[in-house]
C-alpha cells in the first residue's frame, strides 16, 4: 500500500450503532488530519494529530471520537450519529504542521439513516 | 478569520483549450501559502500547485499556471490545453505559514467536453 488509506470505503450506519473509520498513512509523516466534506461546502477540518498527540478539536461533537495510536494510524469512532453527519470523511496526512502541503485519502462515504 | 471563496460552482471547458478557474480569500497575514486541490471524481484528492505568498512570481506545473495578485487577495488558477482528465472538482485552499489549519473553498466542479 502506498499514500494514505481508508477503510471502510462506504459504510452505512443506524443512529444507535458504533462504528470506526480507520485511516493509515505509508508516507512517515508525523501530522494526521480528519476532514468532513458535505455537498456544496467547503471542507471541514475536525481533528489534527502531530505526534499522536491531538492539537485540534474544531468544535466537533462527542459523538465523533477520534484515536491516534501511532503517527501511522488514526482512527474515528463513531456513535449516536444523526442523519446530517452523513458525508464523505476524508484523512490525510502531512510530514509536519508546518508542512502545508496535505496527502488524502480516498475517503469514506458515510450514511446514517 | 480566514476565509477562501470560490465564486463558480461550475464550469466547462472544450478540451484542448484554456480555461481559468477563481479564488479570492481573506487574511490579515503577510506571510501563507496558497494551493489548488483537485479531486476526480470518487478518486483522492490531489495537490496541484503550491503558491508561497512571499514569492511574487506566479507558480507554473506543466498546463497548470497560477494567477497570484497578492494587494486583490487573488489565486487563480488557468488550466491551459484541457484534457479530459481534467475533469474534477478543484478546490482553493490557504494555509498560514507555520500554521495546522488549511482553509478550503467550496470548490468549483469543472467539466470537459470532447
Known amino acids: 500500500e502506498t499514500g494514505v488509506t481508508q477503510t471502510p470505503r462506504h459504510l452505512v450506519m443506524g443512529m444507535t450503532n458504533k462504528k470506526s473509520l480507520k485511516c493509515e498513512q505509508h508516507?512517515?509523516?508525523?501530522?494526521m488530519y480528519w476532514y468532513k466534506q458535505s455537498a456544496k461546502k467547503p471542507l471541514e477540518l475536525m481533528f489534527v494529530?502531530?505526534?499522536?498527540?491531538?492539537?485540534e478539536n474544531n468544535s466537533v461533537p462527542s459523538r465523533f471520537s477520534p484515536e491516534c495510536p501511532n503517527s501511522s494510524h488514526l482512527f474515528l469512532h463513531l456513535h449516536t450519529l444523526q442523519p446530517e453527519d452523513s458525508a464523505l470523511y476524508l484523512c490525510?496526512?502531512?510530514?509536519?504542521?508546518?508542512?502545508?502541503?496535505?496527502?488524502f485519502g480516498p475517503g469514506t462515504r458515510l450514511t446514517v439513516l | 478569520a480566514q476565509t477562501v471563496t470560490q465564486s463558480q460552482p461550475e464550469m466547462s471547458v472544450q478540451e484542448a483549450e484554456t480555461v481559468t478557474l477563481s479564488c479570492t480569500y481573506d487574511t490579515s497575514e503577510s506571510d501563507y501559502y496558497l494551493f489548488w486541490y483537485k479531486q476526480p471524481p470518487s478518486r483522492q484528492m490531489i495537490l496541484v500547485i503550491r503558491q508561497e505568498a512571499y514569492k511574487q512570481q506566479n507558480a507554473t506545473e506543466n498546463r497548470f499556471s497560477v494567477n497570484f495578485q497578492k494587494a486583490a487577495k487573488s489565486f487563480s488558477l488557468k488550466i491551459s490545453d484541457s484534457q479530459l482528465g481534467d475533469a474534477a472538482m478543484y478546490f482553493c485552499?490557504?494555509?498560514?505559514?507555520?500554521?495546522?489549519?488549511?482553509?478550503f473553498g467550496a470548490g468549483t466542479r469543472l467539466f470537459v467536453k470532447a
Open positions: 485552499a490557504y494555509s498560514r505559514t507555520g500554521g495546522f489549519k488549511t482553509i
Open positions: 494529530y502531530s505526534l499522536e498527540e491531538r492539537v
Open positions: 490525510a496526512s502531512s510530514q509536519d504542521l508546518g508542512y502545508n502541503e496535505q496527502f
Open positions: 508516507l512517515g509523516h508525523n501530522a
